[in-house]
């Protein structure tokens, strides 16, 4: 696109006007290669929206225009949004299902340890998955009355995070003799996990940082796993 913005002809490469129909031919010869990219026709909005200031900065050309607005539209028409269907759960049944012996046993696999964890964490912090894939576990620290207080990397920002806010310190409060306890889980399993690379939750098989994608699928296996077991209770009640 810079190279519409850019005159070829000059040495100085000095910015020149360009008329609507060659940027909306620009932006027709590319939708094909952006929806073989499985490009959505909001992550193109996106773009546009992201050059609309330098392109009406150094060309004039207002992309509120409504031929770039029928545009997308089209692009949209042909390449609609999927929909996917919702996940639902019962939040009572599945901390139900955390009670198990198979997620409370001194021999408890590290991998059941980290659904618990994961979920207990997400519950008692309220951060996304995104967020907590990037809880440092070199960063935690223990305060007097129990809590647990978990740092992001250095190296993470927050979506709201600006020079003028700085999201609170993340705390996690002790349940008193309670098997659900998030601060007993997390010790649980920062105990039974090691890792050398300083995040908080790993892989239990390749001991890799989980990313958030794989934040996402270690919910969607616990949810997964709760189905499950609430489908074999229900084959096997009377």
Known sequence: MLVLILDP??????????????????????????????????TIASYKSALALPITEATGLDLSDPHFTLLL???????????????RWNLTEVLQFLRQPRFRNTDTSEEDLLHKCLI?????????????????????????????????????????Q???????SIVIHPLA??????????????????????????????????????TGCVFCDMCESWLSSRARNRVCSP
């Open 162 to 168: 600006s020079a003028n806010h700085t999201p609170s």
């Open 9 to 42: 002809r000059s040495s100085s490469a000095r910015l020149t006007q360009q008329c609507p129909g060659q940027w909306t031919h620009y932006l027709s010869s590319i939708s094909p290669a952006s929806l073989q990219k499985n490009f959505a026709s909001q």
């Open 177 to 214: 003799r309670n098997q659900l306890c998030p601060v007993l889980n997390l010790t649980q399993y920062l105990a039974k996990s090691t890792t050398t690379q300083g995040h908080l939750f790993i892989h239990p098989v390749s001991r890799r940082l989980l990313n958030p994608f794989s």
């Open 73 to 87: 539209k089209s692009l949209f028409l042909e390449k609609p949004l999927q929909r996917f269907p919702e996940i």
């Open 120 to 160: 207990l964490t997400a519950l008692a912090t309220g951060n996304c998955g995104a967020e907590m894939a990037t809880f440092s576990r070199k960063s935690i620290s223990h305060r007097q009355d129990g809590s647990i207080v978990l740092a992001v990397r250095p190296d993470f920002l927050y979506k709201n």
